[in-house]
């Protein structure tokens, strides 16, 4: 009976799985979700999941250990196109956020001692097209509903998903606020992909950046910007890199060799 | 053109006769030095003393976002929901001038209905104001009003003298005449007289406007918008506060489980980085420094070249907007050849030196 609907996988590597959980949060459209397309495998909502050919398949989480590496190569094998959706799955993470081996071998060391892992190796956490080549990328922390069902709505009806383009600045505008950064806070709406509508910046809240960085973003000016208003070197760097996982390494090395 | 006056104790109980059957918006206080335009259901949350609200008033008469119509394999369903009755209350000149610019934008060849309909609807009551050292509008020459309002109230402590900008304008004031006095005496005109003299003599800051066509000319290969370009940070924000930028755009977004489409417009800025995106992956303004070009040839130049002003109504809102200082007030000196202190003049002294 569902020869005709678009086989869809949901699958959750390393994370908080609220992606996963957004999905099912959107309880108005959920019926809509599940006639539009043949949910093959979606852990967190159904038991009876099949591993067979996809579609699509919607992935969730960075890729931690070796089994993951592993389980997201058979998925890529298994699917006609492969969504990274989440922070986690499209850049890193806040867990992938140590720019150099050296500083992550220290880190899990100092966190998990000199305990064996049996069952899997971890490690360095990455987003997943370090490993696999990624089709479409739907970034949020988690991913705004709004988004989610543009998204798969162009999805199930074959058209390609457009990417949401802008900085969280253009919502920020709309919501008429005043921009955090001339009152002296350190905000990353320049930087960062819109997709949560300004949520922080309306309650006064500078941006953290959790939707990652935005195609274009100009790191090197609000990095000097951030330092012209009197923040400490460290800290920008600190702030700037929380969300940005890996996608931020090139331009802290940059940074570094200007300093040599 | 007609003059009347009103005891500023009368301004509410005509605001509330003039309201009954439409929306009345008027700015209210954001936070402790913003402003913004928000529709009123007590009038003891207008507040008047302020100089540029955070958006200009066409954000009112097309919201960021508006759904045109839905469209099925077979036909299309036009929507005008943000079309309604609106009083648009305290607008201040430059405001006033960025709408009439608006109008220009999109009844040039045609209507656009969207804009024209929604814009039909909204009466427009304009109110004196007192420049700060942003204010560029005596440069623009827009610091006063010929026409683009139905009612302009000026302020004159006491009382208000009141234009009467258009009929429908004098239909508002006959719908409670016993508020309003034709006699104006010789000392109000005196005050009025005064308070010109005096808001002349207030602002701070100038640029001059018609020197900028020939300026961008000669400057259009220039390293000032290379050094522009490495300090902008792409937010849009300029484009989005001010109130002559025109530019939106379409978006199809097919309904889950039906077989038809939205298609919305929201507003969009030249500034942003997809803008001059197109199908095939390409982009002909990649560069920053290529879309401020872009940007400043509009407001600076080509506008001034079609209509013999400038597309700025010296408003001030890209100037306390910028986190990084690019505004047509940094810039337009930058043009003349003026050295200026700014974030984007000393951001291009560190990455260069």
New interface residues.
């Given amino acids: 009976m569902n020869n005709n609907k678009p086989k869809i996988g949901i699958y959750e590597l390393t994370g908080c799985a609220g992606d996963a959980l957004l999905i099912l949060d959107c309880e108005n459209e959920l019926l809509d979700i599940f006639q539009a397309a043949d949910i093959q495998s979606f852990l967190m909502a159904k038991s009876d999941n099949i591993d067979g050919d996809l579609d699509v398949a919607l992935v969730e989480g960075s890729v931690t250990t070796e089994r993951e590496i592993e389980e997201l190569k058979d998925i890529r094998n298994r699917a006609k196109i492969v969504v990274a959706i989440g922070l986690c799955a499209t850049v890193g993470g806040l867990q992938g956020r140590f720019t150099d081996s050296e500083e992550w071998g220290e880190n899990l060391k100092k966190v998990y001692g000199d305990v064996e892992m049996t069952h899997t190796k971890a490690v360095q956490s990455k987003p997943i097209d370090a490993y696999i080549n990624v089709d479409f990328y739907l970034p949020g922390c988690p991913i705004g509903k709004e988004q989610f069902l543009n998204f798969f709505t162009r999805l199930v009806g074959g058209s390609p998903p457009e990417k949401y383009p802008h900085p969280v600045c253009v919502s920020c505008k709309y919501n008429e606020n005043d921009c955090l950064l001339n009152r002296g806070l350190p905000c990353l709406g320049p930087l960062t992909a819109d997709g949560c509508g300004s949520v922080c910046i309306n309650h006064n809240l500078p941006c953290v950046g959790c939707w990652g960085p935005v195609e274009g973003a100009n790191l090197t000016s609000a990095f000097y910007l951030l330092k012209d208003k009197g923040f400490d070197v460290e800290y920008i760097k600190k702030v700037m890199a929380n969300y940005s996982g890996t996608k931020i390494t090139t331009f802290f090395d940059q940074l570094k060799k200007e300093k040599q | 053109m007609k003059i009347v006056k009103l005891k500023k104790e009368n301004l509410f109980p005509f605001l509330e006769v003039i309201s009954k059957d439409a929306d009345l918006w008027a700015p209210v206080k954001?936070?402790s030095d913003?402003h913004?335009f928000k529709m009123i259901d007590d009038l003891t949350h207008i507040n008047l003393d302020y100089t540029r609200?955070?958006?200009p008033p066409r954000?009112i008469i097309l919201p960021?976002e508006i759904r045109m119509f839905r469209a099925t394999p077979l036909e299309y369903e036009p929507n005008f929901s943000h079309v309604a009755k609106r009083i648009l209350f305290g607008v201040h000149p430059c405001d006033i001038h960025g709408l009439l610019i608006m109008d220009k934008f999109y009844s040039f060849m045609y209507d656009d209905p969207y804009y024209i309909e929604s814009r039909k609807n909204t009466i427009i009551l304009g109110h004196s104001c007192w420049p700060d050292e942003n204010c560029l509008c005596k440069s623009t020459n827009t610091h006063i009003v010929e026409e683009g309002y139905d009612l302009f109230f000026t302020d004159l402590k006491k009382n208000y003298l009141v234009w009467i900008g258009s009929s429908r304008g004098d239909d508002l004031i006959r719908m409670k005449p016993d508020l309003f006095e034709e006699e104006i005496a010789n000392e109000d005109i005196q005050s009025f007289i005064r308070r010109r003299e005096e808001k002349d003599k207030a602002f701070q800051t100038e640029i001059n406007f018609t020197a900028m066509p020939d300026l961008m000319e000669l400057k259009y290969n220039d390293p000032l918008w290379d050094e522009l370009g490495?300090?902008?940070?792409?937010?849009?924000?300029c484009s989005?506060?001010c109130p002559t930028c025109n530019c939106y755009n379409v978006?199809d977004?097919?309904?889950?489980?039906e077989n038809c489409s939205d298609i919305s417009r929201c507003?969009d800025?030249c500034t942003?980085?997809?803008y001059s995106?197109v199908a095939g992956g390409e982009n002909f303004r990649e560069k920053?420094s290529e879309r401020l070009k872009l940007w400043y040839t509009h407001k600076l130049q080509a506008y001034i070249s079609k209509y013999g002003k400038p597309a700025c109504v010296g408003c001030g809102r890209c100037v306390?907007?910028c986190?990084?200082d690019i505004n047509v007030l940094t810039v337009g000196k930058a043009l003349d050849g003026n050295g200026i202190d700014s974030?984007w003049s000393?951001?291009s002294k560190?990455?260069t030196r």
Avoid: D, Q, Y
């Fill in positions: 954001k936070n913003r913004v609200t955070i958006l954000n960021p490495t300090a902008c940070l792409a937010c849009g924000s989005n506060v978006e977004k097919p309904v889950l489980g507003w800025a942003l980085e997809n995106g920053r306390v907007t986190p990084v974030f000393r951001l560190e990455v």
